[in-house]
């Protein structure tokens, strides 16, 4: 069984930083990508950034130029940098990975970020 924990949600002002962070553990013999979604009260969860093994990103449109993903190999951990912040991106943040051929995905962590 693959498990991903998700660390480092809590609370912000907006302009200010956090940094997300996920580690997949268990049976995992290929990790083709990781990324993280959020999902705000009442709305559909969304993208906000991936990365693919070869490191190659995608963002969504919103987070562009704030956000930054990165993934440490060696650990099965990715991150999130989310700088800038502001209260729009206020959401549950999960992880997902796509591990042995088989999407998985965190609990999940809050980020709240007041104005």
């Known amino acids: 069984q693959v498990q991903l924990v998700e660390s480092g949600g809590g609370l912000a002002q907006a302009g200010g930083s956090l940094r997300l962070s996920c580690a997949a553990s268990?049976?995992?013999?290929?990790?083709?990508?990781m990324g993280w979604y959020r999902q705000a009260p009442g709305n559909q969860r969304e993208l906000v950034a991936t990365?693919?093994?070869?490191?190659?990103?995608n963002y969504a449109d919103s987070v562009k130029g704030r956000f930054t993903i990165s993934v440490d190999n060696a650990k099965n951990t990715v991150y999130l940098q989310m700088d800038g912040l502001k209260p729009e991106d206020t959401a549950g943040y999960y992880c997902?990975?796509?591990?042995?051929?088989?999407?998985?995905w965190g609990q999940g962590t809050q980020v709240t970020v007041s104005s």
């Open positions: 997902s990975g796509v591990v042995n051929s088989f999407r998985y």
């Open positions: 268990g049976r995992i013999f290929s990790i083709s990508e």
């Open positions: 990365i693919t093994s070869n490191y190659k990103t």
